[in-house]
């Protein structure tokens, strides 16, 4: 009978320390791990920037982590980005530093 206890204390001792190895990341870390809904939503308020102007996209940086470089790749709907395109060319904020057929990437001038 003894080692049938002892068998459940190693097991739930060790259930313990794996699932502290499993928390400790999430615990400690300060960006919502695995939370897919919140990203979705996110990147979807962003790309709704896409037929918007240059504010859109300065009022969506500074509600959520501000970056350092927006990245535009080309979308289904060229049309709805060529408006932003536009208006980051012209907009002092943001300046182009590289372009392709595949990205055009901007720097957030600060």
Not at 45 to 52: E, H, M, T, Y
Not at 75 to 90: E, G, P, R
Request: charged share 20%; net charge negative; proline share 4%.
């Amino acid at each position: 009978m003894k080692s049938k206890h002892t068998e459940l204390g190693l097991v739930a001792f060790f259930a313990v320390i794996a699932l502290i190895i499993r928390l400790a990341p999430a615990l400690t870390s300060s960006l919502p791990l695995n939370d897919g809904g919140l990203f979705y939503i996110m990147i979807r308020d962003l790309q709704d920037c896409a037929s918007s102007n240059a504010d859109c996209v300065r009022d969506w940086m500074s509600a959520h982590e501000n970056a350092d470089y927006l990245v535009l790749a080309p979308s289904l709907n060229q049309a709805n980005q060529l408006a932003l395109t536009v208006w980051l060319k012209d907009d002092p904020d943001f300046a182009l530093v590289y372009k392709n057929d595949s990205v055009a990437v901007y720097q957030v001038m600060k």
